[in-house]
């Protein structure tokens, strides 16, 4: 009956999400900053792609991580930062979050969280937490995390904040390189 009960209140986190990913979409309504980077807009009106939900392996963890992560939205942009107070890089973020709220130690760059130990996930099996990776060449330059949707939060470039994107949009999915799950 425990683990009953266990599964069903990680399922109920879990169902914040949609919840959650409004409520940021809402936030730069009310007094975000400029945009850094804006998708260029298409020549063609393609159907948007439908992400799967898929259930991470801890929910109760990969709640937590979402809900920080979400939480620091409008945060500045500062290269090397790991702290709200600071502000965060990328990878800061990421560090940042985990460490926070799933007491997880990880690399600290973008490229060395590629490497990390943890299973490689196509993106049609992207759960909430999952790290996601950015590059060309087949180097890595940028890493966010996955929240559902299609979408994550990272943390973009100099003089912009900690937002959310799509990974379908024109600049990120350009430039997807991968994604690996941590939390286990």
Excluded: K
């Excluded at 490689?120 to 996601?132: F, G, Q, S």
Aim: charged content about 20%; some cysteine.
């Amino acid at each position: 009956m425990d683990a009953e009960r266990s599964a069903t209140r990680g399922a109920a986190h879990y169902a914040l999400v949609p919840f959650l990913l409004a409520i940021a979409v809402l936030l730069p309504a009310c007094g975000g900053g400029d945009t850094v980077r804006r998708d260029a807009p298409s020549r063609s009106v393609a159907m948007p792609r439908t992400w799967p939900v898929v259930t991470p392996d801890d929910p109760e963890r990969a709640n937590a991580v979402l809900m920080r992560a979400i939480g620091l939205v409008g945060t500045p942009y500062r290269y090397g930062g790991n702290t709200p107070e600071g502000g965060f890089d990328c990878s800061g973020l990421v560090n940042y979050v985990f460490r926070d709220m799933a007491s997880l130690q990880l690399p600290r760059t973008s490229r060395d969280l590629a490497a990390a130990q943890g299973p490689r996930i196509a993106p049609e099996r992207l759960a909430a937490a999952d790290l996601v990776f950015f590059g060309a060449g087949g180097t890595v330059t940028h890493v966010g995390i996955y929240v559902g949707e299609g979408r994550f939060v990272h943390a973009p470039s100099t003089g912009g904040t900690v937002r959310l994107d799509h990974l379908d949009g024109p600049y990120w999915s350009s430039r997807y390189s991968g994604a690996r799950r941590v939390l286990r």
